[in-house]
T-cell receptor, first 113, second 108 residues
């Protein structure tokens, strides 16, 4: 089955700790994205990557970092510099450009204790 | 900057009533996409509209793209409990700009 997987589904973190969220896709898509969704809110773009070894900041990149060493993988690190990290994090991919249809993973719900 | 406004934020309907959500862009769009997010789930692509004045139907869902390619609507006829969720539009120029979503709530 082709698709996007995210792990873990739920994640709890203590304040001051970095945490890495996994995102893997086997759709052979070039572009990948990370979004943050707060309760009752829309999607806000954190980072995106259109090709391996290249990524760009989105609207709310502060306190986050990413890497794109393989086409299939786009992990997101939530650092201790992110002041309010409790949210639902969604990873997505698209065939090519930023205007293409996006396919989402199931999401990771991060709670800071 | 470029914005896509989506209204209303919430809509409460009785099962069987109709539902409509509207999106308006500050700039002309090359296309508009619609997604549905079920409660606790992730957004799932529904449809893309490209042409000025385009109307597309998926069973009880009707999607429209305005003549000026700056606005769009999604109308659901005779809502069912399976329609519950949040509907997002995403307008496209050189990037996708997401609307804030309209949450469809079915009154018990």
């Amino acid at each position: 089955d082709g698709g996007i997987t995210q792990s873990p589904k739920y994640l709890f973190r203590k304040e001051g700790q970095n945490v890495t969220l996994s995102c893997e896709q086997n759709l052979n898509h070039d572009a990948m994205y990370w979004y943050r969704q707060d309760p009752g809110q829309g999607l806000r773009l954190i980072y995106y990557s259109q090709i391996v070894n290249d990524f760009q900041k989105g609207d709310i990149a502060e306190g986050y970092s990413v890497s794109r060493e393989k086409k299939e993988s786009f992990p997101l690190t939530v650092t201790s510099a992110q002041k309010n990290p409790t949210a639902f994090y969604l990873c997505a991919s698209s065939i090519g450009g930023r205007t293409d249809t996006q396919y989402f993973g199931p999401g990771t719900r991060l709670t800071v204790l | 900057g470029q914005q896509v406004m989506q209204i209303p934020q919430y809509q409460h309907v009785q099962e069987g009533e109709d539902f409509t959500t509207y999106c308006n862009s500050s700039t002309t769009l090359s296309n508009i996409q619609w997604y549905k997010q079920r409660p606790g789930g992730h957004p799932v692509f529904l449809i893309q509209l490209v042409k000025s004045g385009e109307v597309k139907k998926q069973k009880r869902l009707t999607f429209q793209f305005g003549e000026a390619k700056k606005n769009s609507s999604l109308h659901i006829t005779a809502t069912q409990t399976t329609d519950v969720g949040t509907y997002f539009c995403a307008g496209s120029n050189y990037q996708l700009i997401w609307g804030a979503g309209t949450k469809l709530i079915i009154k018990p």
